[in-house]
């Protein structure tokens, strides 16, 4: 994996667009101002201590920090990804970090309740906001603090990405992230780095756009988990304006044919193995083969739609999966996609 900014500018414009339509509605043309104006801060909540979590062991050095519902809201406080702790005997290492300085105090807190130990290093697995923001609590408590991360996902967040995600988690949570400052991840990783943190060693997975186009996982080796971010969701698809199916489809057959045996840890929902990869196998083929095949037969968009609806792997799980009311949005995605596979 290696650095390629040339292509952060296109990236940061799509993510841009995208963050306007789903959060704010506004169409994909118009400007966001990098900050709120002074009557919406004014209008908002004060930023608000997060409600203490405990520390759930899943693993023999791992333990999570479990969110609150798939989607930000003002009730939960923009907590609704998982933070996870690894203990090391060198000290605590973060996987994800929360929306929020608020959240990260929060996740400060349990570690220093549950651990009694130094935070020594943090990853965050992709750019989107949820994962990333409670940086600035962390580098707070400890400014030399290495954050890890996808480079490319540095420079986007430093080139607009990241006051776009402050912005709409503000807006998202009618406030109460309030005083959260954008904090960039600051090292970038490969793809097969290791880390050695005394008894417990971390491994970077890292095989191209899938969620985001600056997906990482983080392999705890010894406890044969595997820390997924948003690649694989427990109940719950994101927005794909930013999925590549075709990529999506070539790093879950990696989990499957070399992986199989981890514990699956995901962003969001609770950590399970087979099923938990199986459904997610479910929802990325049986939108992505179905839209393919509508491109082969020269069928629209309309009724590639029908043909991923009829799909019993869909029909299976749309009765389960909190966002499948945005089927339409995804067969959208993953029909471009295929047109341009066919070509």
Do not use: C
């Not at 629209?300 to 029909?315: M, N």
Request: aromatic fraction near 8%; avoid cysteine.
């Amino acid at each position: 994996m290696t650095k390629n900014t040339k292509h952060t500018p296109a990236m940061v414009d799509q993510v841009r667009r995208d963050l306007m339509k789903r959060f704010l509605g506004l169409g994909a043309g118009l400007a966001l101002s990098s900050t709120w104006s002074a009557n919406s801060l004014a209008a908002a909540a004060n930023g608000q201590n997060v409600a203490d979590v405990k520390p759930i062991k899943v693993t023999d050095h791992v333990y999570v920090l479990y969110a609150k519902g798939a989607w930000p809201t003002p009730e939960n406080q923009g907590f609704f990804a998982n933070i996870y702790l690894v203990k090391t005997a060198q000290g605590i290492v973060v996987l994800d970090t929360g929306t929020s300085v608020q959240i990260g105090e929060m996740a400060l807190r349990a570690i220093k309740k549950a651990f009694n130990q130094p935070v020594i290093a943090a990853f965050n697995s992709h750019y989107h906001g949820d994962h990333w923001l409670g940086n600035h609590a962390f580098v707070n408590a400890y400014p030399l603090l290495p954050i890890y991360a996808h480079p490319d996902a540095i420079g986007a967040i430093k080139n607009a990405v990241g006051d776009d995600w402050l912005n709409q988690m503000l807006k998202a949570t009618d406030g109460a992230i309030e005083g959260t400052k954008v904090t960039p991840p600051n090292q970038g990783v490969a793809h097969g780095q290791t880390f050695h943190y005394g008894d417990v060693t971390l491994k970077v997975h890292s095989y191209g756009a899938a969620h985001s186009p600056v997906d990482i996982m983080i392999e705890i080796v010894d406890d044969k988990a595997l820390f997924v971010g948003d690649i694989i969701m427990q109940q719950r698809i994101g927005n794909p304006s930013e999925t590549s199916f075709q990529g999506y489809i070539k790093t879950l057959n990696i989990i499957r044919s070399e992986m199989s045996d981890r514990l699956l840890m995901p962003g969001h929902g609770e950590p399970g193995r087979d099923q938990l990869l199986r459904n997610y196998e479910d929802i990325m083929n049986g939108i992505y083969e179905n839209a393919f095949k509508a491109v082969e037969d020269g069928l629209s968009i309309a009724e590639a739609k029908e043909l991923v609806l009829k799909d019993p792997r869909i029909a299976r799980q749309a009765k389960v999966t909190e966002g499948f009311d945005e089927i339409g949005k995804f067969v959208n995605f993953a029909y471009t996609e295929a047109e341009q596979a066919a070509f």
